[in-house]
């Protein structure tokens, strides 16, 4: 069963050099952890406009829950999502 892991962040700082080191940490993970079969990344470009002041997201798919699971407690994960949490006002995980 493949799980889809999304996350979206409302930034708290507006300082772009900020935002690009978290964003090049989180895009570095890939190749980091194998169990990431794929990541995608960025701004939101919906015509929507319900955003609810998300000003970012991420999403990774991965094989198994095993493999989800074997991510989020991955040496390479914690620092990155210190990073975010640090440089983040809000962050909201849903797994599919």
Known sequence: ??????V?????TDDPTRRESVQAAIGRLPEQIPEI???RLGESNSPEALEQGYDYGFVMSFETRA???AYLSHPAHLPVAQ??????????????
């Open 37 to 39: 079969q794929q990541l």
């Open 8 to 12: 979206l962040i409302e930034w708290k």
């Open 67 to 69: 493999d989800r699971d």
């Open 1 to 6: 069963m493949t799980v889809t892991h999304i």
């Open 83 to 96: 990073l975010i949490g640090s440089s983040a006002k809000r962050v909201l995980v849903f797994d599919v």
